[in-house]
T-cell receptor, first 111, second 115 residues
Framework: DGGITQSPKYLFRKEGQNVTLSCEQN?????MYWYRQDPGQGLRLIYY???????QKGDIAEGYSVSREKKESFPLTVTSAQKNPTAFYLC??????????FGEGSRLTVL | AQSVTQPDIHITVSEGASLELRCNYS??????LFWYVQSPGQGLQLLLK??????LVQGIKGFEAEFKRSQSSFNLRKPSVHWSDAAEYFC?????????????FGTGTRLKVLA
């Protein structure tokens, strides 16, 4: 079945380290999105990409970077410049029917 | 900028009771509106969506929502809640930007169901 795979599901890192979260989809969707979720704050958009080799900053892009070298893949790097990286990260792609389809998420904890 | 407001952070209902979750949005044009549900530690699942046409839309799991332009609202309803409906619910609006849709989410309403 088609879907979005996010890995790892849980990740721990020390302060000052960069970490990359993987997002892979086999749905043949063009547009992909990264959201950050914190309790009581809903989902906030980090980056989005409409096509390969193109992406735009969302509302909270500082301290994050992305790449879109392949249609299937949209990895997110949380850099050491992100002041409060502990959060739940959600990757999504845009269905032809107009709604977002989400992965299961990755929980990052900074020790 | 577009925004979505979910005024209720937590709601508790008894099993079998009716449910209404509120959602208000700000958007100049005709909005594309969505309701999603999230179980703990999971991704979001689409319950229903409104793009145009009939303002009362039916979704999965017995949910429905009504779009009211005059009130800028898109409230989610269910006639009889089941214990398995306990989860967090998010309202969202889509806006067109930079050649694609950006999706703006509310802060969510956490539903607790009493047996």
């Amino acid at each position: 079945d088609g879907g979005i795979t996010q890995s790892p599901k849980y990740l721990f890192r020390k302060e000052g380290q960069n970490v990359t979260l993987s997002c892979e989809q086999n749905l043949n969707h063009d547009a992909m999105y990264w959201y950050r979720q914190d309790p009581g704050q809903g989902l906030r958009l980090i980056y989005y990409s409409q096509i390969v080799n193109d992406f735009q900053k969302g509302d909270i892009a500082e301290g994050y970077s992305v790449s879109r070298e392949k249609k299937e893949s949209f990895p997110l790097t949380v850099t050491s410049a992100q002041k409060n990286p502990t959060a739940f990260y959600l990757c999504a792609s845009l269905r032809e029917t107009g709604e977002l389809f989400f992965g299961e998420g990755s929980r990052l904890t900074v020790l | 900028a577009q925004s979505v407001t979910q005024p209720d952070i937590h709601i508790t209902v008894s099993e079998g009771a009716s449910l209404e979750l509120r959602c208000n949005y700000s958007y100049g044009a005709t909005p594309y509106l969505f309701w999603y549900v999230q179980s703990p530690g999971q991704g979001l699942q689409l319950l229903l969506k409104y793009f145009s046409g009939d303002t009362l839309v039916q979704g999965i799991k017995g949910f429905e929502a009504e779009f009211k332009r005059s009130q800028s609202s898109f409230n989610l309803r269910k006639p009889s809640v089941h214990w398995s409906d306990a989860a967090e619910y998010f309202c969202a609006v889509a806006e067109w930007a930079s050649g694609t849709y950006k999706y703006i989410f509310g802060t969510g309403t956490r539903l607790k169901v009493l047996a």
